[in-house]
């Protein structure tokens, strides 16, 4: 197999099959994912790690096929393989692959698709563990990276080595200050493969293959899941680059689970309900904290107030369940409101039916310089919430009381 070429067709899609109606995205989230399945509506768990063969011939024929799912599961499982289907049909991808994990999928993309010599662009707003692969794995595998503000259209094509950058590695909306990449500049790049982290979006709220991007990745641990009980990561794009991942990807052994690919398929059946309800929330939310005295400024990509408000209209379905804030009084009005509210749980991840908060500064981000807070965005009372399913009017009630007296 030759490597994926730098004009790898994206974005197009598969044609609906014959006989199958045109669907809303919200209806497919009900139907996708039951290949495997038999008369079962619900997703059937086929625990097997090995399968009897009829032949060798049809042994070597499955050990060389990134479709095969009955012959060892590492290569492929019927239940991942349709939880796999499932997010290519939600995606309007070619084919997907899952990982063990979201970062799984990242490490198979960012160590899959480059080699030694080879050059990635990637935005300087991104998860840390993406953040940390690229800054501590890459430069000793001899893959150099630059940093580039992923708000600014022009800097993705400016930073392109020709004949050396493989990868734009996107994360749109990113963590922590919901920094949106326009999708459709970065898909007009030409040469590298675009690939999109669209963790806090889902295919709900934005598709990146339909606007020219090569691979979509998604933490499913997150929205996709969306129950805080499992962990797990996809990739989705055209078959040629996904059959080149499997390759990859059956070495690297970061192998989804078919426990968690079938609790993942039915965390999807109910994406539309959840997302749309933690979008209402986090969007009153958000417009409740701008007018707080106690909170000095708040990010949310439905706000008019956030610098690309316009760009999240035109590219975004949904603005999605993530809010954050800064509140007045810096590390300690920050730590101390993480400690006190009582609905909203002080723990680290997102997407689920929980009311998460988390205070970088005090926690995860605890060893940062000052000023390497600032270049991540992260200020003294930066406060990220992932806004889950619970009555919002609660949620405001909780974090009135926690934010105390007005300083
Ligand atoms: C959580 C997350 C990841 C990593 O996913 P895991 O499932 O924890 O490995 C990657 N990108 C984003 C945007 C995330 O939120």
């Known amino acids: 197999m030759t490597r994926p070429g730098q004009d790898t067709p994206g974005g197009e899609g598969t044609a609906p099959e014959q006989g199958r109606l045109p669907t809303s995205i919200e209806t497919d989230l009900i139907t996708v994912g039951r290949r495997h399945n038999g008369a079962s509506l619900a997703p059937v768990v086929n625990a097997s790690s090995t399968f009897a063969l009829s032949s060798v011939e049809e042994g070597r024929r ?6 095969a799912t009955a012959f060892y599961s590492r290569y492929g499982n ?9 997010v290519a049909d939600l995606e309007r991808a070619e084919a997907a692959r899952a990982f063990g994990s979201g970062m799984g999928a990242i490490a198979a993309a960012v160590l899959g698709l480059c080699s030694n010599g080879d050059h990635i662009v990637a935005q300087k707003q991104l998860y840390a563990g993406t953040q940390m692969l690229l800054n501590s794995v890459c430069p000793r595998m001899g893959i150099e990276v630059t940093f580039v503000d992923g708000t600014d259209p022009g800097a993705w094509a400016e930073a392109v080595i020709p004949g050396r950058t493989m990868v734009l590695l996107a994360e749109t909306p990113a963590n922590p200050r919901l920094d949106l990449v326009d999708l459709r500049a970065l898909g007009e790049v030409k040469g590298p493969m675009k ?4 963790t806090f979006a889902t295919p709900l709220a934005q598709r ?3 606007l020219g991007c090569d691979l979509v990745i998604h933490s499913v641990t997150k929205f996709l899941g969306g129950h805080n009980d499992v962990t797990l ?20 052994g970061a192998v989804a689970s078919p426990h968690e690919a079938a609790a993942a398929t039915r965390g999807l059946r109910t994406l539309g309900v959840r997302l749309r309800r933690q979008s209402e929330s986090a969007a009153r939310i958000a417009a409740a904290l701008e007018e707080d005295p106690r909170v000095e400024s708040v990010r949310y990509p439905g706000l008019p107030s956030h610098p690309q408000h316009d760009l999240a209209v035109r590219q975004m379905a949904l603005m999605g369940g993530l809010v954050t804030f800064d509140v007045v009084g810096g590390l300690e009005a ?14 680290t991840s997102l997407g689920g039916p929980e009311t998460l908060v988390t205070h970088p ?5 605890v060893s940062l310089l000052p000023e390497e807070l ?8 930066t406060i990220r919430m992932s806004v889950g399913l619970e009555d919002p009017e609660d949620l405001l009630a909780d974090l009135d009381a926690a934010l105390g007296t007005p300083p």
């Not at 690939?195 to 669209?198: F, G, I, Q």
């Open 334 to 347: 920050g730590s101390s409101l993480v400690e006190a509210t009582r609905i909203c749980r002080l723990a």
């Open 374 to 381: 600032a270049a991540a965005g992260i200020g003294a009372g």
């Open 208 to 210: 990146p293959l339909e």
């Open 233 to 252: 990561g996809v990739a989705a794009g055209a078959r040629d680059l996904i059959d080149w991942l499997w390759g990859f990807a059956v070495l690297q």
């Open 78 to 86: 019927p239940t991942v393989n349709d939880f796999e289907e499932a």
């Open 195 to 198: 690939v999109v982290d669209s």
């Open 62 to 67: 499955m050990a060389l096929s990134s479709q």
């Open 361 to 365: 500064a005090s926690t995860t981000h």
